[in-house]
């Protein structure tokens, strides 16, 4: 199997670790293949759009999600290493508004497999960190919302000692209690 799939405390939410082929040389391995995704995880998603994003340390982004046309996010490290978020958002859910975080890196080559219906978040923990990430639906800007990174009712435990760099959007989030969610 090429994958090591691990579940999270929130259900849908999995770690996905390759196997990775090193030598003196270096590492190959396969950070995508359907068939094998498939195999691993039960899901058959279609993804429609890669995304890829370079921040400097203290850079946080998110906690993004889209209210129509949510998307499932298949996300990863290759340069540097952040701590990545997702949030439950399904008011249906036993675990809504609860979250889960996970280090990934270019060391650990760790994937993350966020499902529709969650936000989702990472912050820099390195000097820099290029990030990627395979999406099931296209950006649509007028549905994306931004649920406030330090939201209180959240408590997330961000592993950040000052007040990281957001964009506007996200430092205009809102909380939980009054965000669009899903059902």
């Known amino acids: 199997m090429p994958y090591t799939v691990t579940p999270t405390a929130l259900a849908g939410v999995l770690i996905l670790e390759p196997k990775v082929f090193g030598d003196a040389r270096g590492f190959f391995f396969e950070s995508f293949n359907q068939r094998d995704f498939v195999q691993a995880t039960g899901l058959d998603v279609k993804f429609v759009q890669d995304n890829h994003s370079r921040s400097t340390k203290g850079v946080l982004r998110g906690l993004h999600y889209q209210i129509e046309h949510p998307q499932g996010k298949l996300v990863r490290v290759t340069q540097g290493d952040v701590f990545d978020v997702a ?55 007028e549905h994306e919302r931004s649920l406030l990174w330090n939201d209180p009712s959240l408590s997330i435990d961000w592993p950040i000692l000052h007040h990281p760099q957001v964009a506007s959007k996200d430092a205009a989030g809102t909380v939980l209690a009054v965000s669009e969610v899903f059902e």
């Open 87 to 141: 949030v439950d958002l399904r008011r249906s859910s036993p675990n809504f508004g609860q979250w889960v975080g996970v280090v990934l890196s270019a060391e650990n080559h760790r994937q993350l497999w966020v499902p529709p219906g969650f936000a989702h978040g990472f912050v820099v923990t390195s000097d820099s960190a290029e990030f990627l990430y395979k999406t099931t639906d296209y950006w649509y800007p």
